[in-house]
């Protein structure tokens, strides 16, 4: 066996180890690919699934609070503030007056 013929073998076998082993890894690749795909579709159903109506309500739940919190402005404060705005404005009201008596007499 002289050179060249083992060259020629080294060759031909680095070439079929060649192609196998990419033939291993695209398989590989493929199979984690689908393994993957699977994974993010159980992981998108669990979220739908338990997350959704979680987040429903949620939503719900603010919506209540906002109503809530309308009625409580509209029902308790508003009239307060109506209330304290005529008072303010009796109180200033009579100032006026009253400072426009002192400035007359002086």
């Known amino acids: ?29 493929a199979l984690i690919g689908y393994a993957v795909l699977r994974l993010l579709r159980g992981v998108n159903n669990t979220v739908e699934s338990r997350v959704g109506p979680t987040i429903d309500s949620i939503r719900h739940t603010s919506d209540s609070v906002r109503g809530g919190a309308a009625f409580v402005i509209d029902a308790a404060v508003a009239p307060v503030i109506r209330a304290y705005g005529f008072v303010s404005g009796i109180r200033r009201g009579l100032a ?4 426009l008596r002192r400035r007359r007499s002086g």
Request: proline letters at 0%; glycine letters at 10%.
């Open 1 to 29: 066996m002289d050179l060249q013929t083992v060259r020629d073998w080294v060759i031909i076998v680095y070439g079929v180890f060649g192609i196998v082993t990419f033939l291993v890894i695209t398989i590989v690749t």
């Open 96 to 99: 006026v007056f009253s400072g």
